[in-house]
């Protein structure tokens, strides 16, 4: 007890000392203090000489509510605006601070109210955030030069005096006379100040101080000038950017600090955009390349970073065929361009190299137009190859491929180059075929040109393989004077009996020659493969002397039988362009084929890297940056650039695939496909979110044949990835064939299963899509594939997905109506009174109403058929016993269904029941069912009555 006493002798003391205190203050806890008694104005006047700092930034915070309750009154005015001055010159930082951020919404009240402000930003507003640019503490110049920027935003300050106040502040802040940190920030605000005063302030005002800043001594002032150099150039033009900024930003590319090479890749695309095509190509190119081989890791990275984005300044929809559309409402939207001539050049390599193949004289001008026209004709009547030389290559195992397709019969000689047998001392004398079998470099040449084999040169044109002309002074004298007959009667189209003739000599020839090369081999240990029987090669000649021209196959270690017989075209002018293309060699036995034009057909294992180094080929954007671009999904570029460059490429690559267009895919294709399979499921979910637009960019046929297998592979990736594909399902299949669009939806039902059941924005999106999807598909197939499913995410079990399954539901059953199918009426409607209308559970009750809400807010029907339908199974739930479904269904009677004219109509059959369910809900034991009950005015027990608590 002693110890209690204490203690409330202990509590009546402090309470003792705490009503002094209130009594010497003056006031209470509850009583009323003198401060609420005064107006916003008086109160401003107490409080702007405080000496508590506190209680003069309460005041500058409350600044804005005091100037507004003082507009009307003229002296009152004039005394708010006199005590924001007064605080404007507060020696507290934080109070200037305080007063800096109202002052922006002070300048748009006084633009509001402009009758009662007319010279007040003049006066007070832009002298003040003048004043502050120059102020010590760091905090009152940022807050000064956001407030400069908004007002300038807004258009409240006129241009003549941001050009006598402002902006020769801004210069002066950056001149070498001042502080480095103001110098510094001088160089950030005036680039963010010239988009907004202009091309004609900037160029005379800020263009020459901003150039000697580029060349600052300082490092970090370069910096700030690298890092918004994009700005000014955007501002002063292309002419000025390439005479005064360009030379620079070369400069400043190439500085010895790698932050200032840095901050120069990170605005590349911004200083791209600044020049013209021709500067981009050949000025910026070279310099970017060499940001991304810098020596600094973090220069590459921001570089790679940097390179699509700085790629994609390159597109022209006249290249591209695809034009990107700039939306009033902010959004971006693709589209093809009608009708554009695209350069044949920038399509094919093939034509590109054709073009390149200028002919030496008059006459093979002339030829070659005759064999382009007579190729032209063949082309457009469908003829097929009437001839085809297959070379089988290997030592030890034999492997058949198409070496040479040729166009026309018959075969141009095949000749034997003369050479000197290095290596043979073992067999005394040989025939010269022998000779030159045994050389190491030996090569049996197969010369061609447009004219037929009437060349003279030395060489055959881009092969660098040297011709049997020129090698036939090395030979014998009747092998030189075979050959220089053969080539004459191929290059003068003579008969073609004759020409076959010489062809079969030549093919026993070769069969001859490869025979004693491979007799060479055997004397030398290695046995080669079995040799023909000589019963086939008899059968061969026989075979070639017929009317009929053959298709020839000739091997390296056997001649193998003349197959595959086909009717001879007179004309040997295309078989002249043809064989332009190939060149047969015969190194050491081993035949090797060289191609020296634009030939369609090529060997297997060469056919892959040509057909590759000719899909490369573009015109659109230099090689070295596409070279660089498709590196970046090289896994040594992970541990030395960044590891997260395989996501920057995946992220760039519409913009990069819009650049080149959809005739250079074949550019990207191997790395869209190594991006699509990456370990990363990053980068496989930036592919994902970004699948709809390359389908948009490359067309429903590429679209077809690369991306529809890539896109199915993601539909059973993670659901990470998957809601990348399921977002934006619709933009993607609606640019499909209808017969490969409609496989997708026997595949809508496994984006009900999801690694994570909590993950419900996943169904969510899916009911979204689904909504989307009903204008892609007949009403037969919504009802069959994304009926089921709506009804499944109708009895989810979040709201917001269930609300928009209500929706999808709606919308099915308006394109139900629309067909007039009584079949497929009739079972969406059994099948919604069945899952719901009859459910055990009163959840499902309540969705059945909700659901009703939904169809006549969507007006999927006509008032009369949902009276039909779906009005008596609503009406049978005024007796449930649950409260929440008859708290919905007075709900959906009040708000729904009694505004409608058909349900007031007493002529309505359904009328006088609508109206028992109305009373019988009102005279409910449930006050909030009573309440939602009399809600409507149409209800013949309306009354006004106090929402339930």
Known sequence: MADLSLLGDTFDGDLGEFEDEGEEGGMGLDSQTSDDLLSPLQKLQKYVDNDNTFNRQMVARNLLDTIRSVCDNPEERDAGLECMARLSDDIEPLVRAEVMEQIPHIAMLCQENKMFFPDTIQEYILPTVVRYLTDNHNQVRKTSQAALLVLLEQDLIERADMEEHVCPVIIQLSCEDSSDDYRTEAVALMSKVAPLVGKEITWRLFLPQFTELCSDSLFHIRKVCAANFGDICNVVGEEATEEMLLPKFEALCEDSVWGVRKACAECFMAVSWAVTRDVRKIRLSPLFVKLLCDQSRWVRMAAFQALGPFISTFADPAISGIQVIYNADGTVQIASVEDMEVDESARTSAEVHLSQDVPANEEDVIMESGVTRLKREFEEKEYEAVGKLEVSLGKEEESEFNSFVFWRNPVPVIAVDGGSSEGSDSEGEQRPSDAAANDSNTQLSLPTGPGGGTQQEGTLPDSGISSPVADSADAKPEEASQNTDSNQVNGGGGDATAVEQNLNEDIKDLVTTISSINLDEKQEGVTPPEKPERSELANDDAASENGNGKVLKAAVNEANDLTETAPQIGSTQVIGQRLDEKTLTFVNGIVEEEWSGNGAN????????????????????????????????????????????????????????????????????????????????????????????????????????????????????????????????????????????????????????????????????????????????????????????????????????????????????????????????????????????????????????????????????????????????????????????????????????????????????????????????????????????????????????????
């Open 602 to 949: 090529r060997p297997p294992q060469e056919e892959d890297s040509e057909e590759d180094e000719q899909s490369l080929f573009q015109d659109v954007i230099p090689v070295e940056l596409l070279d660089l671009y498709l590196s970046m999904t090289d896994p040594s570029r992970a541990t030395t650039v960044d590891s997260e460059i395989a996501c920057h490429c995946a992220f760039s690559l519409p913009g990069v695939a819009l650049t080149l267009g959809r005739h250079n895919w074949k550019c990207l294709k191997l790395v869209y496909d190594t991006l699509a399979s990456d370990m990363q499921w990053k980068v496989r979910r930036t592919l994902a979110f970004s699948i709809h637009e390359m389908a948009l960019i490359l067309g429903d046929e590429i679209t077809t044949l690369d991306l529809v297998p890539i896109f199915n592979g993601f539909l059973r990736d993670l659901d990470e990835v998957r809601i990348g594909v399921l977002k934006h399902f619709a933009d993607f299949t609606k640019l499909l064939k209808p017969e490969l669009r409609r496989q997708y939806l026997t595949r809508m039902t496994d984006f009900l299963t999801t690694d994570n059941q909590r993950n419900w924005r996943f169904r969510l999106e899916l009911a979204e899509q689904l909504v989307l999807l009903c204008d892609l598909f007949d009403p037969s197939d919504v009802c069959e594939h994304l009926f089921p499913i709506a009804l499944t995410l109708a009895g989810d079990r979040v709201a917001d997905v269930r609300f928009t399954a209500y929706k999808l539901l709606g919308v099915i059953f308006k394109k139900v109506n629309v067909t007039n199918n009584a079949t497929l009426q009739r079972g969406f409607v059994n099948d919604i009174i069945t899952k719901f209308a009859h459910s055990p559970r009163w959840f499902g009750r309540q969705t059945y109403v909700h659901l009703c809400q939904k169809l006549l807010d969507e007006q999927s029907m006509d008032p009369e058929m949902f009276a039909q339908h779906f009005l008596p199974s609503l009406l049978e739930l005024t007796d449930d016993s649950i409260p929440n479904v008859k708290i919905t269904l007075s709900k959906t009677l009040t708000q729904y269904v009694l505004p409608i004219e058909y349900f007031r109509c007493r002529d309505n059959a359904y009328h006088e029941q609508l109206m028992q369910a109305l009373q019988q809900l009102q005279n409910d034991e449930d006050r909030d069912v009573r309440y939602f009950a009399s809600l409507s005015p149409y209800a013949a027990g309306y009354t006004e009555l106090e929402p339930p608590v």
